[in-house]
């Protein structure tokens, strides 16, 4: 099994910037690829951004490209999401979450992933 456990969150205004991490632990985390998804009561899990395992491939949802930037260290074992010019509507839990998919058109779908967080709480205020 992997354990990941985010942290970072909080509550900011609108235009600043966050950084949430994400520690693993478990089996080699290097043989994971990495996403960040995000929820709000009521909806489902929305991807945001997705890392291949050696940190190569990038993929971002619409609504984070330009502004967000995924990240990882695998000799930390951890996953990263920088978030700037933040915006009320990026109010959301964050999770991430880690999948054995080696086809990155799964990647942005929550099924393909094995193991997640337990969220942490981004609250952007205007």
């Known amino acids: 099994q992997v354990q990941l456990v985010e942290s970072g969150g909080g509550l900011v205004q609108a235009g600043q910037s966050l950084r949430l991490s994400c520690a693993a632990s478990g089996r080699p985390f290097s043989r994971y690829a990495a996403g960040w998804f995000r929820q709000t009561p009521g909806k489902g899990r929305e991807f945001v951004a997705a890392i291949g395992r050696s940190g190569t491939n990038i993929y971002y949802a619409a609504s984070a490209k330009g502004r967000f930037t995924i990240s990882r260290d695998n000799a930390k074992n951890m996953v990263y999401l920088e978030m700037d010019s933040l915006k009320p509507e990026d109010t959301a839990v964050y999770y991430c979450?880690?999948?054995?998919?080696?086809?990155?058109?799964?990647?942005?779908?929550?099924?393909?992933?094995?193991?997640w967080g337990q969220g942490t709480q981004v609250t952007v205020s205007s």
């Open positions: 979450g880690t999948t054995q998919a080696g086809d990155f058109h799964l990647w942005y779908t929550r099924g393909a992933y094995d193991y």
